[in-house]
């Protein structure tokens, strides 16, 4: 099953698009392994993601932990800390 | 208390008139005793900037807004509570955020609209690009880890 990811501000501008269908690998549990299967995808995702540690995600449009496990996630979004207000 | 409060939550691009949108909670109420509004603009940072853009995520802007308005609701006795954030190219001078709580006292009508301000920096899914007067590649603000403790501090019960 695809998963669709959503990208947004510095971390859309820097993979270079505002979303994708991606097939994940088997293997891939929680959004930290997300992060580390996506970083190896290419240099624009190494660059998006270079320091995982800032990027916050949200699954089905809630914020998640990185910790947090994706199976059944239809919609995974990635993107800077929010700076609205 | 009369009845459950059902918050306004409202994303958009387009400006909004502050004294409508008190009028708006108040109109028709004899049991309100305190409005508290909160309005962010858009600042100019000494002449360098023209505009913010403002980039959000539909959906879950307002899903998010509407669980920390949730979130009010349940910890303070307001009678009212309407949250707009706008999106978009707003230009200094410009409203971008609006927070009014309505309670019978004071104290819960300044302490939502100060909480709400605190999660919606640190929670909700909108981001600042800056757009420079001297029309040179503007960036994305930082997030500032203020914000973060400022929103932390409501973790402990505040009553």
């Not at chain 1, 979004?77 to 207000?85: K, N, S, V, W, Y």
């Not at chain 2, 008190?22 to 100019?44: M, N, P, S």
């Not at chain 2, 920390?68 to 509570?81: F, K, S, T, V, Y």
């Not at chain 2, 104290?107 to 929670?123: G, H, I, T, V, W």
Request: include cysteine; hydrophobic fraction near 45%; aromatic fraction near 8%.
């Amino acid at each position: 099953m695809a998963t669709k990811l959503i990208y947004f501000a510095w971390v859309r501008e820097r993979i270079g698009k505002p979303e994708e269908d991606v097939e994940l690998p088997a293997g891939i549990e929680t959004v930290a392994d997300l992060l580390r299967w996506l970083k190896s995808r290419g240099e624009e995702y190494e660059h998006a993601l270079q320091y995982p540690d800032v990027i916050r995600v949200a699954i089905n449009q809630e914020h998640v932990e990185h910790r947090e496990k994706i199976a059944g996630a239809r919609e995974i979004a990635l993107f800077p800390p929010m700076t609205g207000g | 208390m009369s009845g459950v409060v059902v918050p306004v939550v409202r994303i958009q691009r387009e400006d909004f008139d502050v004294a409508a949108e008190i009028a708006r909670l108040t109109e028709g109420r004899a049991d309100i005793g305190a409005v508290v509004t909160f309005c962010g603009l858009c600042r100019d940072e000494q002449g360098r900037l023209s505009a913010l853009e403002l980039e959000h995520y539909p959906g879950m802007a307002e899903a998010e807004i509407a669980r920390i308005a949730g979130e009010a609701i349940e910890r303070w006795p307001l009678q009212g509570l309407t949250v707009i954030h706008r999106h978009g190219k707003v230009r200094p001078g410009e409203n971008i955020v609006l927070v009014v709580t309505a309670s019978a006292h004071r104290q819960a009508a300044f302490e939502a609209a100060n909480f709400l301000m605190d999660y919606l920096k640190s929670r909700a899914p909108f981001w600042k690009k800056e757009h420079h007067a001297d029309g040179s590649a503007g960036g994305w603000v930082d997030a500032k880890e203020i914000d973060d403790k400022a929103a932390g501090r409501w973790k402990a019960p505040s009553k």
